[in-house]
């Protein structure tokens, strides 16, 4: 409406102008001709609306994920087809994998429920969108982002009895005759599950079994499992396998992963004053590198044990073990074995506590130094104090910096050097409380020991050129890889099935100082990976739409954004231009009548 106005008021001025102007004042009928043509043309210029505002039809969205079916039965994604119809929408979006136009298939066959892609595209459009689901949605946050007058459809089956292998949780590599300890995690689904028990097996062969008792609806429980590695050295293939009575659905019983064996560790953890700090400093070590790790505590003087095992070794074999480690990590007393920098070879970590207790320090930011990207956001105003030692003086950075309480009293507490190799000093005690606080603080702990231990192995973590950064992944996950060296920036890796003879080719390029590269997802098996420098395992599982998981959206109304709203235009509306032509032509006629031009 107010284009309108402004074209009706510049038409009539403009008009009123050139008539009083050319002493044709007194020509009324003219002179609104005149006018009416001018507010026309400044109309169609601006393109006013021709018409009432109507809001566009919206969307029909489906989820087209295999959740629909992990029952076994078609009826619910028949009834989703059919909600989704009636909406009447002109056009049908099917999303999971990713969001597309077309029609409802016969089964879904999506391996996961992203909205993301639904809520851009609704975004860049304005139109609203009518989501058809089963609730089970991976980034449900984002529905609210959808334009106002979206709503959600959410059909729900007949619940029955399941339980699921949901995730293990362990090391990545091990050295061989070492105890390792695998936690796996499992869920019901919606009418629980009944009693059973899970095995981890190499092959036909079990390795250890655990009973599971029932569960109730959606519930998890976390199983610990251990076992000793023996065989040759070499990525080898284990799997979970969960047996419960009355089990609806087999798909989500196992779950695959892989193990590397190695001869010798190549990183070593040897404490002399095992504490908190060590513990978990040796947990964060073991998670961040995909390494054979081992780690050796001193519980008396010349006693020393091999953690999880827990068996008794000599002083000679943690020294030989230090010092011919590619990284090797000293905590309390560093100079047990001698000057550190002397006997061992390889990157080298010194955890130096202060001999006794003193005041409080807390963190307080992370100067220049190659572990700033990963320091550069850590919460440091909300971390619990520590205990700072003394700093070694032939440091070349500083990596974290404390101050004490209300004081100006500065302390480091990481610094580090690279030549002639790379070394790091922690001299602080009390870095458990990070963890144990947890939430960020624990985050924090995480991401400051990580990447140390990151930077520490920059230079070389493992002989391939490239290799699978976690364990195991998920179809219609991507697939995250790591390099080898520092040194490479692309790698190329030959994948094939190990039940097929096809093989594919994958260029990876690694991001930086992440030294990762992700590429698309693989359907569910196992795979031979060969790469420069070796060859390896990459086991898929089956996709996280077949684990028992609680509906996450409800039916009802969604969205805050802006919806457009259509209303057709004054340059499409033919009549617009024929009465403009009429009124200047009539006017021409009536101007030569009074003698005007």
């Not at 119809?85 to 056009?91: E, I, Q």
């Not at 009390?430 to 985050?443: C, E, N, P, Q, V």
């Amino acid at each position: 409406m107010l284009i309108w106005l402004l074209a009706i008021a510049a038409g009539s001025a403009l008009a009123f102008v050139q008539y009083r102007f050319g002493g044709a004042s007194r020509a009324t009928v003219p002179l609104a001709l005149r006018a009416l043509a001018l507010t026309i043309v400044l109309a169609l210029l601006l393109d006013a609306p021709g018409g009432p505002s109507r809001r566009v039809r919206p969307y029909a969205a489906l989820d087209a994920s295999v959740s629909w079916i992990s029952s076994g039965d078609t009826t619910l994604w028949r009834r989703a087809v059919r909600s989704a119809d009636s909406v009447g929408a002109d056009t049908l979006l099917l999303l999971g994998d990713s969001v597309r136009a077309g029609t409802a298939p016969k089964t879904p066959a999506d391996r996961a429920t992203r909205v993301a892609p639904l809520v851009e595209r609704a975004l860049g459009s304005g139109r609203a969108a009518v989501f058809v689901t089963d609730g089970r949605v991976d980034d449900p946050e984002r529905l609210a982002d959808l334009p106002s007058g979206s709503r959600v459809v959410a059909l729900e089956g007949e619940s029955r009895l399941d339980a699921a292998v949901v995730s293990v949780d362990g090391p990545a590599a091990a050295v061989a005759g070492d105890t390792v300890e695998f936690n796996a995690v499992i869920a019901a689904g919606g009418a629980g599950s009944h009693a059973g028990r899970i095995v981890l097996m190499q092959g036909a062969v079990t390795l250890v079994a655990s009973p599971v008792d029932s569960l109730a609806s959606y519930a998890e429980r976390t199983v610990r499992l251990r076992t000793q590695v023996g065989g040759a050295p070499g990525p080898r293939l284990l799997k979970l396998v969960l047996a419960t009575d009355g089990d609806a659905l087999a798909a989500n019983d196992t779950l695959s992963f892989v193990l590397d064996v190695a001869r010798g560790a190549s990183a070593v953890f040897a404490s002399t004053a095992p504490d908190e700090d060590a513990r978990y400093a040796l947990d964060v070590l073991r998670g961040t590198l995909a390494v054979p790790t081992r780690g050796y505590f001193r519980v008396a003087p010349g006693r020393w044990v091999q953690d999880g095992s827990l068996i008794v070794v000599s002083e000679e074999e943690v020294r030989r073990s230090v010092a011919e480690a590619p990284l090797a990590v000293l905590h309390g007393d560093t100079a047990i074995f001698g000057a550190p920098r002397e006997f061992t070879r390889g990157a080298l970590a010194l955890i130096a506590p202060p001999a006794q207790k003193g005041d409080d320090f807390y963190a307080v930011g992370a100067p220049p130094s190659p572990l700033l990207p990963a320091l550069g956001g850590l919460p440091w105003d909300s971390l619990p104090p520590v205990e700072p030692g003394a700093a070694p003086r032939d440091a070349e950075w500083v990596a974290v910096t404390s101050r004490r309480a209300r004081r100006m009293d500065e302390r480091p507490l990481v610094s580090g050097s690279s030549k002639p190799r790379r070394v790091v000093v922690v001299s602080v005690a009390g870095l458990w409380r990070w963890k144990f606080r947890g939430g960020r603080s624990a985050d924090a702990f995480t991401a400051l020991w990580g990447s140390i231990f990151d930077w520490l192995t920059g230079d070389a973590t493992d002989a391939r050129a490239a290799h699978p950064a976690t364990a195991w992944v998920r179809s219609g996950e991507p697939v995250r890889w790591r390099r080898g060296s520092a040194r490479d920036s692309m790698a190329i890796v030959v994948i094939r099935a190990s039940e097929g003879k096809r093989a594919d080719t994958l260029q990876l390029r690694f991001a930086g100082e992440t030294g990762v590269a992700d590429t698309p997802p693989l359907a569910a098996g196992v795979y031979d990976t060969h790469t420069a420098g070796g060859d390896g395992l990459l086991a898929v599982n089956a996709s996280a739409e077949w684990l028992p998981r609680r509906p996450m959206v409800h039916s009802g109304a969604v969205g805050s954004a802006p919806a457009a709203d259509r209303a057709p235009r004054a340059r499409t509306l033919w009549w617009l231009y024929a009465i403009a032509l009429v009124c200047l032509c009539t006017e021409w006629v009536m101007r030569r009548k009074v003698g005007l031009r």
